[in-house]
């Protein structure tokens, strides 16, 4: 699978898919999942999966998906 956010917002690198994350939104209490985005610079990234347009946040948790 690829995404549309090809480079990482930090190094610039291209991004690869890691995966689904389910997750709780807080926001609307629904459960739901997070794509989960790596770059070769060994930065970590999501975004909600049901939201592909929505904002890349730093994952607060990279060590976990490396």
């Known amino acids: 699978m690829t ?3 090809s480079a990482c917002p930090e190094c610039s690198q291209p991004m690869k898919f890691g995966g689904f994350i389910l997750s709780h939104r807080e926001d609307d209490g ?3 999942c997070r794509t989960l985005l790596k770059c070769t610079g060994r930065h970590v990234w999501w975004r909600w999966a049901d939201r592909p347009d929505g ?7 990279p060590e976990l998906f490396r």
Do not use: V
Request: charged share 40%; hydrophobic share 30%; proline share 15%.
């Open 55 to 61: 904002p890349l946040e730093a994952c607060p948790m």
């Open 3 to 5: 995404d549309d956010a």
């Open 30 to 32: 629904r459960r739901t």
